[in-house]
């Protein structure tokens, strides 16, 4: 089983991730005639949309991990990481060209710190699983 603890982190986090970006969902549909980004801005919505509830599915199925689902979280978290990341290094080399720098810088470091939560625990739950032993 998931310890309550794990279940309670999964559920915001899924949650947060899930309604954040469903949110930003919402306000690229009411500009989305003066977005120059907002293909790439609707692919990565809806990516992020999946995880959050991949992530908040796995709080309420609570059980233990099996080897697809702990691949499922490891993925999530190295694509989190990875985005976050790059948004983090467009922040540091081209800072004049975001609207809220300060904000972003935040965002992308939560989003880093959260990713490598889920790396940890999606790792974590690899390593105990025991594997039948053959005589």
Known sequence: MISKSVRIFFA???GWIFFSWGFRLY????RW??????????????????IGFF??????????????????LIIAA????????FRLSRLFLYPDIDPNPRSHL??????????????WIAIRSENTRKEPVIN
């Open 106 to 119: 935040h965002l992308a470091v939560t989003y880093i710190v959260l990713g490598l939560a889920l790396l």
């Open 27 to 30: 306000i690229l549909t009411i």
């Open 33 to 50: 005639e003066t977005d120059p980004f907002r293909l790439r801005t609707l692919f990565f919505a809806i990516v992020f949309l999946g």
């Open 78 to 85: 190295v694509f989190t990481i990875g985005y976050w990341g």
């Open 55 to 72: 992530i908040a599915r796995l709080a309420w199925l609570g059980k233990l991990l099996n080897r697809s689902m702990a691949m499922g």
């Open 12 to 14: 915001l986090l899924g």
